[in-house]
């Protein structure tokens, strides 16, 4: 009983250590507001007056397309005049490579900021179905020679990579970096005084809605630091948002807030993990108790699967908020719930896919740890609300169920092994 007490308490130190790692923190290239507020364009003389007024720069607002990379839409500049081509300046562009997985993981997400005609660009969206809407920028003729000399010297090769992030340095808010220098910092002033009732989180989960897995995953990564209210401000990452704070800005700044449901995206998320959790269970236990050793085979092979694919991604989870420079993964409380520990219950399954009648009491041990440390965090986490504020909810509905069934089925198994054992004692004695 000793042994079993210090292996759990082994288990929480590491996940403890974890816990309480340091952001690793890398040099952004080309940092927008540093940059916009250090810049002195060579000569706005060069733009006549003419030339000026009547060119028109707009924001565009891309609805989000079928990628994974494009589900939150996408935002970019337009800059068009009868004399010239329409120009489009976009930013959060990347490309694949042979290193794009391996950046990924580390957080290194070196994207580019570029120009190009904006016909043909916008074409290419309007053939993938996505709505292309244009939202016209009131500046006078000195802030549209800003934004012009501004844009050409991102666009420059020395000057278009920057790190990108997410929440903090996209697409849509590089963009509105630019416009918020061109109201001397009023736009910002006003949007971040008024809430918009929501978190990061939350605003992702929105969009990630359709397809289960892939949201389920990404949220499980990220940490707490997207768990807090933002305010409108904040909440213009997503394009979407980004041009409705703007109209709402130009239209006298008034203030068309999005009403979010009361129990918002994330809790609809916990109901989904949940009802899916429970139809794996009941699918595994109903092939558990088959009479086909077929069946029983390919229960131990689907539960092998998917304590394999937690394994690797508790794994990616630890690597990335211990040694990557993903800030938005560290002090993540979700290695509570699944760790890399669950790897024991996986190699338990891989054996009885050959050997149905192999159990392996260290499998039967992380089971009943990892409920009970599950369990008891989630307790801890509504005494203590204000301290763990990480918004997880979905990670235990989706894992509690499974480590639950497990427990109770191989206690069954063993009341019913004691007793086959009791009855044959009994017999034997008989005779």
Known sequence: MKKRIVQVLIFILFINISLFSVPQMIENPFPSVENLNNFKADDYTKYSQNFLDNTQISLITITPGKEVF??????????????????????????????????????????????????????????????????????TNLEKAETIEFINYHSKWENHIYLYDYYLDNCATRLRDIINKNTDDDLKTWASDIGEGTTFRKLTTHYMTRNFLINFVFNYLEGPSIDYPINRYEASFIPEKLELLV????????????????????????????????????????????????????????????????????????????????????????LFFISPFVLIIAIESLI???????????????????????????????????????????????IFPL????????????RQAKALTCQEENISYYY
């Open 70 to 139: 494009s589900w939150f839409g996408h935002s970019a500049i337009r800059i068009s005049n009868p004399d010239i081509e329409d120009r489009l300046f976009d930013t959060g562009v990347f490309s694949y490579t042979d290193t794009f997985v391996q950046d990924l993981v580390q957080g290194k997400l070196y994207f580019g900021a570029y120009q190009s005609y904006a016909e043909g660009t916008i074409n290419a969206y309007e053939r993938e179905n996505r709505i292309v809407s244009t939202l016209p920028l009131t500046l």
């Open 403 to 414: 480590y639950l069934k497990e427990v109770l089925v191989r206690e069954q198994r063993k």
């Open 247 to 334: 109209k709402d800005y130009q239209n006298n700044k008034s203030n068309s807030l999005t009403e979010y449901p009361t129990l918002g995206s994330t809790f609809y998320l916990c109901l989904e993990a949940l009802v899916i959790s429970l139809i794996i269970c009941c699918f595994l236990y109903l092939g558990e108790v088959a009479k086909s050793k077929k069946m029983r085979r390919g229960v131990a092979f689907i539960n092998f699967a998917l304590f394999l694919f937690l394994t690797v991604a508790s794994s990616i989870l630890l690597y990335m908020q211990n040694f990557s420079y993903h800030q938005v993964t560290y002090n993540n409380e979700n």
């Open 352 to 398: 009885r896919i050959f050997n149905l009648g192999f159990t392996s009491k260290l499998a039967t041990f992380t089971y009943k740890a990892l409920l009970v440390v599950s369990l008891g965090f989630v307790i801890i986490k509504g005494i203590f609300p204000s301290v763990f504020v990480q918004d997880n909810l979905y990670v235990f509905t989706f």
